[in-house]
């Protein structure tokens, strides 16, 4: 039983339509990682079993029938504890937010896979607010790696990505406000996309405003492809999200211009480097050449070139302090005692800032959304390291001896993307001397979430994604 915990999504779906086992079969196999890995890791901030088992028992009752709910009936899934599960407290990883209910409502995310059938095993940590790229908080304390707990799990959707990688549950619903998703995935050895913003609607709205995305961290892209299929689409609470998907991303996984699927075709930019602005890792670096390679190998036309942008760090910096700063406008002194003194220095900070500091970053944002709208009517895909180095020390917010002030400093591959509201995900290739995983970033044009995929699972099928198993 413990073995369908290394199931994917697609592989359990089609074990029940065989027979094979149930829901609660694989529901009790993702309990049991949980209870083995949660006292190394510390990926879940609330566990319910019973609430899980019963939803297992109902899906399984339903494959018996023959009439599964919908598309992900059964398939155990965890959610950040950024996001509203009905019956869940969300705590958004702070110890200033209120405990008391009614919490009876789910996230739009949400809402679409119960609708669907899904088994809800809990939450996950978070740093407070989604804040920074680790996951530790006042709350629940530091989310360790599952190739090595004296590392960082990467954050800010940490405990989904270890959840994921641990086989505690093969579907984890992240946010993305800089990499959030792209991070952990990219540490922890996991897919996790980052869909073009609006495409999976977000209820209530993030503080961080457009930067902010939902997105799911799975074992590869096929699962994602699946989930996408389920969470995407208009819900009547986002204003800003976009209309009905055209077609299914899982169906189009096998497409491509020419029906052949695969990146055959495809116009490819590999940016190694953003023009000589980023440090990279040596393992880093000869590891996405490696998944750069295997792209050309499958048909691509590939080009080594940068995007014409330079860093948009302080515009970035402006709306992400000022989006911290009003998250916790309202707490007073006894609750803003209790945040991070980390969330607490940059809400300082962008108390500060004016309209005019604001609307200056707006501008910086918009023009690096043009440049990139014009580099991808040449270029199909960028393709950039997730990040420029392996998961390092547990417990804090950048590498030690790194220089880096902020986690901003060591993430220059992640959060412009958010700015530009692109697709974008991370795929292992590889790991590092220490065994510790490798991501490569696939960047499309805004809209494009279906070719990200489908570049990303010939990655999968070519076996250019697979790396050693956890440690733990």
């Known amino acids: 039983m413990t073995s369908l915990s290394s199931l994917t999504a697609v592989q359990l779906i089609d074990g029940y339509r065989k027979g094979e086992f149930s829901p609660v079969d694989a529901t009790r196999a993702a309990l049991a990682r949980i209870e083995e890995t949660e006292p190394v890791v510390n990926a879940f901030v609330r566990v319910d079993e019973e609430a899980a088992l019963e939803q297992a028992e109902a899906a399984a009752r339903r494959w018996r029938r023959g009439e599964p709910q919908g598309l992900v009936d059964g398939v155990p ?16 990883g702070s110890l200033a937010t209120r405990i008391e209910g009614p919490w009876d409502e789910d996230a739009p995310s949400v809402a679409r896979l119960r609708e669907h059938g899904a088994v809800f095993l809990g939450k996950t940590t978070t740093p407070e607010f989604g804040w920074k790229g680790v996951t530790d908080s006042p709350l629940s304390g530091i989310t360790r790696n599952p190739y090595d707990p004296e590392r ?150 590939v080009e080594e070139t940068d995007p014409d942008f330079s860093e948009p760090l302080e515009a970035f910096h402006t709306l992400w302090f000022s989006g911290a700063a009003r998250v916790t406008e309202h707490f007073n002194d006894e609750e803003r005692a209790l945040l991070d003194p980390g969330l607490r220095e940059i809400c300082a900070r962008g108390a500060r800032y004016s309209a005019l500091n604001y609307l200056a970053a707006v501008d910086v944002r918009m023009d690096l959304g043009r440049r990139m709208g014009r580099f991808h009517s040449t270029y199909d895909l960028l393709v950039t390291p997730t990040m420029p180095i392996t998961a390092f020390e547990a417990g804090v917010e950048v590498p030690k001896d790194s220089g880096h002030r902020r986690w901003t400093g060591w993430t220059p591959f992640s959060y412009p993307f958010n700015l530009t509201q692109q697709p974008a995900a991370t795929v292992p290739c590889g790991v590092d001397e220490d065994g510790l995983p490798i991501g490569v970033q696939l960047v499309a044009a805004r809209h494009a979430d279906a070719l990200v995929l489908r570049a990303a699972h010939a990655l999968y099928e070519s076996g250019a994604a697979e790396i050693p198993r956890p440690r733990v």
Do not use: N
Not at 77 to 92: A, E, F, N, W, Y
């Open 152 to 301: 960082t799990a990467g954050g800010s959707s940490g405990g989904g990505a270890a959840a994921v990688a641990l086989g505690a549950g093969p579907v984890a619903l992240g946010t993305d406000g800089g990499g959030s998703v792209r991070i952990p995935g990219s540490f922890c050895g996991i897919f996790a996309l980052k869909p073009t913003y609006g495409r999976v609607p977000l209820y209530p709205a993030s503080a961080f405003g457009t930067l902010a995305h939902v997105g799911p961290m799975t074992r590869d892209a096929a699962d994602a492809a699946l989930v996408m299929d389920v969470i995407s689409g208009p819900d009547p609470r986002d204003w800003s999200g976009l209309g009905p998907v055209a077609g299914s991303f899982a169906e189009g996984l096998a497409g491509g211009a020419d029906g052949a699927g695969g990146v055959r075709g495809l116009r490819v930019a590999y940016s190694a480097t953003l023009g000589g602005q980023v440090a990279v890792q040596p393992a880093v670096a000869a590891a996405v050449r490696g998944a750069v390679a295997k792209l050309a190998e499958l048909g691509a036309y």
């Open 77 to 92: 899934v965890s959610v950040k504890d950024i996001l509203l599960l009905r019956g869940s407290p969300t705590r958004r």
